[in-house]
């Protein structure tokens, strides 16, 4: 029986442990914020008891030039985002060291982002049959859901909507998981700063994608003129948005064995002496 691979999207998860936590978590003296940290350690277990006992688990994080590539396209791509909080910041190399302390293997491989390594690793792990969960509360990985074996996992919402499949998309958006790339390109994603196709909004994308269309199958005599002359820059973004399979990663990155229990969060600052 094949075990199967619960893969975490490492900057996703820090985000929400650093914003989500209703108080603050400092060391003893009370100087040092390690909310990154310890939210990170605790969410990642209880996620393993309720969601992926008996998984491989395993955490995928940007690399600090990840981005470049799409920008080289793009120079808008990300542009709008905030700089992280120092704290933020300071939180990574901790929660890289927890994760070491608990036995969760994890990777930051240089010039990618880590949407492309998790599409990867998830390509991998179903050519050798095993299932796979992807947490992540990243709209862009629903393109993974082409293949029925492929979950999104999102522990930050309520219990009856933390799985998304592939079953679930076409009702939620009108389009399938493969069409999602062409679907985001003409919303856009302003989280990246994609700015899609000004006029088209998800019904109306959603229309113009029916019958399991791709943007070179609209039909011209269904575009507006504004829409046709910006449909070079979304098939622009839609390259940009679909996820890369085939990242060259190294060896042996997945085991296929389980996950030992991890510690609780206390215990792993005690052990790392954060407190």
């Known amino acids: 029986m094949t075990v199967p691979l619960l ?7 820090l985000h929400r442990a650093w914003f989500g936590f209703a108080a603050r978590i400092y060391n003893r003296d009370k100087t040092i ?3 990154g940290v310890f939210g990170f350690a605790a969410l990642l277990r209880k996620a393993q008891t309720q969601h992926a006992v008996g998984f491989e688990i395993f955490a995928v994080f940007d690399s600090e030039d990840g981005a470049l590539p799409r920008a080289a396209t793009d120079s808008q791509y990300k542009a709008d985002r ?4 120092p704290g933020l910041i300071a939180s990574l190399a901790l929660v890289k060291a927890a994760l070491d302390h608990s036995g969760v293997r994890w990777i930051e491989q240089d010039g990618c982002e880590a ?5 990867t690793l998830t390509q991998a792990a179903r ?6 969960d992807v947490m992540s509360g990243d709209k862009d990985f629903i393109q993974l859901l082409d293949d029925p074996a492929v979950r999104m996992l999102n522990t930050g919402v309520k219990d009856e909507r933390r799985y998304t499949t592939a079953a679930h998309i076409p009702p939620r958006y009108g389009v399938t998981p493969r069409q999602w790339p062409d679907y985001r390109a003409l919303t856009g994603d302003p989280a990246d700063s994609i ?6 909004g998800p019904k109306t994308a959603a229309r113009l994608l029916t019958g399991h269309r791709s943007l070179e199958s609209v039909p011209a005599a269904e575009l507006r003129p504004a829409w046709a002359q910006q449909w070079g820059r979304a098939r622009q973004w839609r390259e940009m948005i679909r996820l890369d399979r085939k990242i060259d990663l190294p060896d042996g990155l997945l085991t296929a064995t389980a996950t030992a229990p991890l510690p609780a969060a206390p215990a792993v600052l005690e052990t790392l002496d954060l407190w």
Do not use: S, Y
Not at 127 to 132: E, T
């Open 195 to 200: 700015a899609g196709v000004r006029g088209i």
């Open 127 to 132: 050519a050798a049959g095993r299932a796979v």
């Open 115 to 119: 949407d492309d390594v998790i599409a």
């Open 33 to 35: 914020d390690r909310t």
């Open 82 to 85: 905030p700089a992280p909080e």
């Open 7 to 13: 893969l975490v999207d490492g900057h996703h998860l």
